[in-house]
C-alpha cells in the first residue's frame, strides 16, 4: 500500500542545535514530493516541491533533499520561530491526489 | 489578492443537518482540492477539480458533494452531517509551471457536527 511516513513524530531542539526531519514513502513512480510548514490554527504553507533523486532546494533555515525513498528536511540553525509541523506529501496515481504524511512537529527552545 | 479564502471560519450542526463550506481563489489556479483534518490521522483528500467543470473523488469522499462551475470558487457541501465529520477542512489551490507546482492553502474552517 502506497503511504508516507514522517519521523520523529516531535523533535525538541535548542536555538542553534541543527537536525533533520525525515519523510519516507512507498509510492510507485514518484510524481514529485511537497514540503510545507504548518503553524497552530493555520493552513499548511507550501515550502518546498523537489521532483528526482538528488535534488535539493533551500529557503533561509530549510534544506530538503530527495533520495529514490526519502526525503529529508535539514534546519540549520534554528530559531524559536522554526517552530511548527512540518508536514511532506507526495502524489498518488495523479499529481491532484496528494497524500500526507502526519507531521513531525518542531518546537526550537531559545 | 487575497490568496484563497474559506468561510465560515467556525461551525457547529446538529446531526443531520446540511451546510455549504465555501472557498474562492483570485489566482486563477485551474487545480483545487478539499481536505479534512483529523488528529492522528494527516489531512484526507476528499474532493479535487482540475478545472472548471470538472471534479473528482479523493481518498475520503462519502458524505461530501463538490461542484465547480467557475474557476475561482469550489464550494463543499455536507448532504447530511454526522459527528464523524467534525473536523478543520482546507481548501488548496495549486498551479503548475510545468515544472514547478505550487500549491496553498485556505485558513480552514472549524466543523463541530453534534
Known amino acids: 500500500e502506497d503511504q508516507v511516513t514522517q519521523s520523529p513524530e516531535a523533535l525538541r531542539l535548542q536555538e542553534g542545535e541543527s537536525s533533520s526531519l525525515n519523510c519516507s514513502y512507498t509510492v510507485s513512480g514518484l510524481r514529485g514530493l511537497f514540503w510545507y510548514r504548518q503553524d497552530p490554527g493555520k493552513g499548511p504553507e507550501f515550502l518546498f516541491t523537489l521532483y528526482s533523486a538528488g535534488e535539493e532546494k533551500e529557503k533561509e533555515r530549510l534544506k530538503a533533499t530527495l533520495t529514490k525513498k526519502e526525503s529529508f528536511l535539514h534546519i540549520t540553525a534554528p530559531k524559536p520561530e522554526d517552530s511548527a509541523t512540518y508536514l511532506c506529501?507526495?502524489?498518488?496515481?495523479?499529481?491532484?491526489?496528494?497524500?500526507f504524511g502526519k507531521g513531525t512537529k518542531l518546537t526550537v527552545n531559545p | 489578492n487575497a490568496g484563497v479564502t474559506q468561510t465560515p471560519k467556525f461551525q457547529v450542526l446538529k446531526t443531520g443537518q446540511s451546510m455549504t463550506l465555501q472557498c474562492a481563489q483570485d489566482?486563477?489556479?485551474?487545480?483545487m482540492s478539499w481536505y479534512r483534518q483529523d488528529p492522528g490521522m494527516g489531512l484526507r483528500l476528499i474532493h479535487y477539480?482540475?478545472?472548471?467543470?470538472?471534479?473528482d473523488q479523493g481518498e475520503v469522499p462519502n458524505g461530501y458533494n463538490v461542484s465547480r462551475s467557475t474557476t475561482e470558487d469550489f464550494p463543499l457541501r455536507l448532504l447530511s452531517a454526522a459527528p464523524s465529520q467534525t473536523s478543520v477542512y482546507f481548501c488548496a489551490s495549486s498551479y503548475s509551471t510545468g515544472y514547478q507546482e505550487t500549491q496553498y492553502f485556505g485558513p480552514g474552517t472549524r466543523l463541530l457536527v453534534l
Open positions: 506529501a507526495v502524489p498518488l496515481q495523479v499529481r491532484e491526489k496528494l497524500v
Open positions: 489566482m486563477n489556479h485551474e487545480y
Open positions: 477539480s482540475v478545472g472548471a467543470g470538472i471534479t
